[in-house]
């Protein structure tokens, strides 16, 4: 505790007196300042008991005492100590009304009471108290350091916690909460997302300070990493602002929780150049030399039925979705493989698993957002997503291929993410919209387009009816209602045009298809 002005009543060799503002003695004492001023307001900082004799002061004016007094108060002045036997032989009666009606505490000073032993004697209590807040820093810093080696970041958030007389949490890349203390607590962080997704945008290290006296209570925010993009966040919850001792604390858990971020980043890339190794292994066929290689990293990721995710996209956006992957799998406590490779993420997560949902839901985001209308210029490196239909390590390759696939449809429809189970559960028809097709089909068409224009016949729509039968004649001339000979003479006309023979089921398939994508125009 810094000193008090009942603190310093209370000293035996300095023999103080009160004689106002008795119910205000427990407020603290930044210093001791001698002044003789009749003003010497501009020179205090607040805090201070300001000691006197009054040797330029009219004491005994009561309008003048008034002002006086009321401008120290005015000052943040927490105490005045005025020195009897020197100037006057005891405290004028104008300066004791004045400092009773502002609620000053006015405290008298014999004479054989130097003001020297007075300053000497709130020094030494500001030293001391220092001296305890450093000492107990000190414990604090051991205290967390021992718990962050012995029982990781949720005792470290722990020994905070108790530290502070408060709460801690702490927050992943994502700004999602990983863990409290006390478990209490975890609804009160989960409150602080979105103060934390604003603290993640500044560069680190950052802080900002959240609530006050009208709240429940007073969170401080500090991000955690030494990158541009800070890799978690702390909160730290009390009643009231931090004092010195807890401010160590707080400190030594920020530089202890930082250097765990970076030794997990480390960690995270040779684990990412493992998984990479182990991605090769599986897309060659060799997924036992695959497990052999990942061992216990991946758990039995490699053994049950995984989803292959493929991705394009600018860094920013790429990176926000391994963070949103690799956060859902941490928070669900599934192991997830993820690999990088330049503009281009491979993913391995397991089939239903939270990596892949959010994954999905990433995605979904990303297309709301291209939706809107400030964004209808999008970037060509925006996200692109393919996702694969549920797989096993003997068929890794496939699944690669299918993520594949999937995210070119995905870019050729303008889509953000296309699932293969999609392209295989719908029809092909929505595919033959694309501008390769249709210049394929007018090409093929366009010669008996050009006779039928002529009024020469219409062998467009008899070619169309009689695919649309299968080849049979009566059923074809039927739904044409011409005679089945007038039918037959116009499939002859279409093989001589085109070159063709309709006996052939290949060039049936590549007529009926391209009739198709005129049709769809």
Known sequence: MPPTLASLVHHSALKLTVRAGEDRLDVPVRWAHVSELADPVPYMEGGELLLITALKLDAEDPEAMRKYVKRLVGAGVVGLGFAVGVNYD?????????????????????????????????SAAIAADQYRAVTAGFAAQRELTRQALNAGPEGLLTALAAQVDGWAALYDASGAVVATAPEWAGRRAARLTAEVERLRERPAPASSVVGGPDN???????SLGTGRRPRAALAVGTASALGTAERYAVHSAIALLTLTTERSRSLHAAEQRVGAAVLRMLLAGQPDHARGVAGDLYGGLLDAPFRMIVADAGGELLAGLTEAVESAAARSGEAVLVVPEGERLVVLAADGGAAVAATVEYAAAREAARAAPDQADAADDDLVVGLSAPSGPIAAAAAYKQAEQALSVARRRGRVLVEHDQLASGSVLPLLADDAVKAFADGLLRPLYEHDATGRGDLVASL??????????????????????????????????????????????????????????
Not at 110 to 117: E, I, Q, S
Not at 216 to 222: K, S, W
């Open 464 to 521: 169309r009816a009689w695919l649309s039968r299968h080849g049979q004649w009566d059923a074809a001339a039927a739904d044409l209602g011409v005679h089945r000979h007038t039918l037959r003479y116009r499939m002859r006309r279409v093989e001589e045009i085109l070159g063709r023979s309709l006996d052939d089921p290949d060039v049936r398939m590549e007529l009926w298809l391209a009739l198709k994508a005129t049709s769809a125009e």
């Open 216 to 222: 429940e209570d007073r969170v401080e925010l500090h």
């Open 90 to 122: 005891e405290i004028p009666k104008a300066l004791v009304d004045a400092a009773e009606r502002e609620g000053l505490p006015l405290l008298e000073v014999p004479r054989r009471t130097p003001f020297l032993a007075i300053s000497k004697a709130v």
